[in-house]
């Protein structure tokens, strides 16, 4: 399928290439990070593995797009599920984690777009992720006072924006109604449903 956003400016220097994966629970601002970390020719897609109708495919998107770019990664809460295959196609990307409790999560579900949904079983793959690889975690509530820590983990030389960072952090990024149940309806037909790791040890059994 087509590379999105081939409109994005780039940087004229790119000193170097890097690859990043920022994933958490489900309702862990991971839109307003995406914003954030895109920046300066760095590209970070949210939710960009439901653009695609397989890991694999997210991958090449990432690569080719990281030929001309300083860095290039995607925030995506569904990129835990794809664990193994990610870490085999992208093995040198960073990793960052954003926890969040469950019943957090489930509230802003419910409360926001009247979606009733147990994230339990998130929770657990999320903590798995985090014990299997080195990964920063960042808790949900700490998200604003710990996201230039965040951005220089992923993108080593990420230059400080302070106007920016105090603008962003006073901001409130999320998904229309719209946006996100139409979101959820093209997963559940998308063939990267059939990609997902029913336990995350599948790829070693």
Same mark, same amino acid.
């Given at each position: 399928?087509?590379?999105?956003?081939?409109?994005?400016?780039?940087?004229?220097?790119?000193?170097?290439?890097?690859?990043?994966?920022?994933?958490?629970?489900?309702?862990?601002?991971?839109?307003?990070?995406?914003?954030?970390?895109?920046?300066?020719?760095?590209?970070?897609?949210?939710?960009?593995?439901?653009?695609?109708?397989?890991?694999?495919?997210?991958?090449?998107?990432?690569?080719? *797009? &990281?030929?001309?770019?300083?860095?290039? %990664? /995607?925030?995506? +809460?569904?990129?835990?599920?794809?664990? !193994?295959?990610? @870490?085999?196609?992208?093995?040198?990307?960073?990793?960052?984690?954003?926890?969040?409790?469950?019943?957090?999560? *489930? &509230?802003?579900?419910?409360?926001?777009? %009247? /979606?009733?949904? +147990?994230?339990?079983?998130?929770?657990? !793959?999320?903590? @798995?992720?985090?014990?299997?690889?080195?990964?920063?975690?960042?808790?949900?509530?700490?998200?604003?006072?710990?996201?230039?820590?965040?951005?220089?983990?992923?993108?080593?030389?990420?230059?400080?924006?302070?106007?920016?960072?105090?603008?962003?952090?006073?901001?409130?990024?999320?998904?229309?109604?719209?946006?996100?149940?139409?979101?959820?309806?093209?997963?559940?037909?998308?063939?990267?449903?059939?990609?997902?790791?029913?336990?995350?040890?599948?790829?070693?059994?």
């Amino acid at each position: 399928m087509g590379a999105p956003f081939r409109g994005v400016a780039r940087s004229k220097k790119v000193p170097h290439v890097n690859l990043f994966i920022v994933s958490g629970m489900p309702r862990a601002r991971t839109a307003w990070v995406a914003n954030y970390m895109t920046h300066r020719g760095i590209l970070c897609m949210h939710e960009g593995l439901s653009l695609f109708d397989s890991p694999e495919e997210c991958a090449e998107w990432m690569r080719l *797009e &990281a030929k001309d770019r300083p860095a290039v %990664g /995607i925030c995506d +809460s569904g990129a835990v599920w794809f664990y !193994r295959a990610l @870490e085999r196609l992208l093995p040198e990307a960073k990793w960052a984690l954003i926890r969040r409790l469950p019943g957090e999560s *489930e &509230a802003s579900y419910l409360g926001e777009h %009247g /979606i009733d949904v +147990s994230l339990h079983a998130h929770a657990v !793959r999320l903590e @798995e992720v985090a014990s299997l690889r080195t990964a920063l975690t960042v808790d949900f509530a700490e998200l604003d006072v710990r996201m230039t820590e965040l951005a220089r983990w992923c993108v080593p030389g990420w230059e400080h924006d302070s106007m920016r960072h105090q603008m962003l952090t006073r901001c409130d990024v999320k998904l229309t109604d719209a946006a996100l149940k139409g979101g959820i309806q093209r997963v559940k037909e998308s063939p990267l449903l059939s990609h997902v790791e029913a336990t995350i040890f599948k790829a070693e059994n």
